[in-house]
């Protein structure tokens, strides 16, 4: 059974910092490029930030210089070290796992992250 766990939302004070990390199992983890998502009350679903299986990096222009995203291949876990959040970081974030030439992309469950002002 293929599962991706998010951990580490939670609610924090603008200017604050949390780390997400997202566990994975049941699926080749380590060869795909792998990401977070966000999804703010009331607007569409949005990429973060991703990671490839080499390590090359992709950030959302709204959150370059701010979060890291980072992966453990050992773990089979994806990281997101979120610094300076803004009270615009409130959602809940998703972790992603792209799809392959012979798999398709799993989603996990979300995790809630809020700043409060």
């Known amino acids: 059974q293929v599962q991706l766990v998010e951990s580490g939302g939670g609610l924090v004070q603008a200017g604050g910092f949390l780390r997400l990390s997202c566990g994975a199992s049941?699926?080749?983890?380590?060869?795909?490029?792998v990401g977070w998502y966000r999804q703010a009350p009331g607007k569409q679903r949005e990429s973060v930030a991703s990671?490839?299986?080499?390590?090359?990096?992709n950030y959302a222009d709204s959150v370059k210089g701010r979060f890291t995203i980072s992966r453990d291949h050992a773990k089979k876990t994806v990281y997101l070290q979120m610094n300076s959040l803004k009270v615009e970081d409130t959602g809940v974030y998703y972790c992603?796992?792209?799809?392959?030439?012979?798999?398709?992309?799993?989603w996990g469950q979300g995790t809630q992250v809020t700043v409060s002002s």
């Open positions: 049941g699926i080749n983890f380590n060869d795909r490029t």
């Open positions: 990671i490839s299986h080499g390590g090359m990096t």
């Open positions: 992603h796992a792209e799809r392959t030439a012979w798999d398709k992309d799993y």
